[in-house]
């Protein structure tokens, strides 16, 4: 049975002729992994800058990283935003006590940080989020800071160990901030 099995084989198989090759990329098994491709005119990077975030590269520039996002920030009187920095005031949910209280907000490439002040002056800190400790940026859809003066425009910032609720003054605002700090999350990482 062995031997009429195998010899059926051999009678049957037929030889084909070779693909043609083609510049395509070959389709992989199910259990196969892609292999590393170069390309000819293209520059390696180096470990360490593949894995430099977004905003510490030396040529990221916020500002025009914010107007790529498609928002009018000449627009928007209610921040500044530079290069390297934006900033403007947000309203804040306190930790402990949980009223709300106006703050200047400065975030801030070149120190890697999310500072705010009492006031503009930046004389008072009252506090700081580092940049690795944010991990999301969202919209509190689900008005979860139920005493918040403006539920519409309240946004969540969460850290490893805290959950920021802030207010922006209106809508356009809002948004440029949000899409200011994801630029610190690692989700913007190059690797």
Not at 113 to 127: I, N, Q, V
Not at 145 to 167: I, M, W
Request: charged residues 25%.
């Amino acid at each position: 049975m062995l031997e009429e099995t195998h010899q059926r084989k051999l009678n049957t198989s037929i030889e084909e002729p070779p693909e043609p090759v083609d510049q395509q990329e070959p389709e992989l098994e199910p259990n196969q992994s892609p292999k590393a491709v170069s390309f000819p005119n293209s520059s390696p990077l180096s470990p360490q800058q593949r894995s430099l975030p977004l905003f510490l590269s030396p040529n990221f520039d916020l500002r025009a990283h914010v107007e790529s996002l498609g928002h009018g920030v000449t627009g928007c009187t209610d921040l500044r935003l530079t290069p390297r920095r934006c900033a403007g005031f947000l309203t804040k949910r306190g930790g402990r006590v949980k009223t709300w209280k106006k703050r200047w907000f400065l975030f801030d490439t070149d120190h890697r940080r999310l500072a705010y002040y009492t006031d503009c002056d930046e004389r008072k800190l009252k506090g700081v989020i580092y940049f690795q400790a944010i991990e999301e940026v969202y919209y509190d859809h689900l008005r979860t800071a139920t005493s918040s003066p403006r539920p519409s425009l309240t946004f969540c910032v969460k850290t490893y160990d805290r959950l920021f609720f802030l207010v922006a003054s209106n809508a356009v605002s809002m948004r440029i901030w949000m899409d200011v700090i994801v630029t610190a999350t690692d989700e913007h990482s190059r690797y």
